[in-house]
């Protein structure tokens, strides 16, 4: 992994930043959802507050459970954009940009476990 300082050094980290404001500039049918929307956002913040926690851990061990705990998150944001497709809450070309979006940031995550094990 190199040496990294800080948290905000981590790609992973500065993707889901990225994740969690897309989550909450999401516009149209989902604003009228409160659940769905409040859910989503949880989810991304989730994704990207653990990845800083578990940095702050004292022991590669604590911050690989902390990593895990950020990818499942990464993932129900995936789970999610699928309901909201059945939904018909976004438009398909957004929605596939999101996708994408999440398949980078957990793959980035993983990436990050590899490394540390």
Known sequence: MGKVSRFEELKCWQNARL???QAYEIKGPLDKDYDARR???RAALSGMNNIAEGFGCFSR???IRFLEISQRS???CKSMLYVFEDLGYLEQSYLLQLHG???VL???VMGLIRSLR
């Open 19 to 21: 994740f969690v404001k």
């Open 39 to 41: 859910q989503f956002r």
């Open 61 to 63: 061990k604590e911050f």
């Open 74 to 76: 990464i993932m129900e």
């Open 106 to 108: 957990r793959k980035q």
């Open 101 to 103: 979006d999440v398949d």
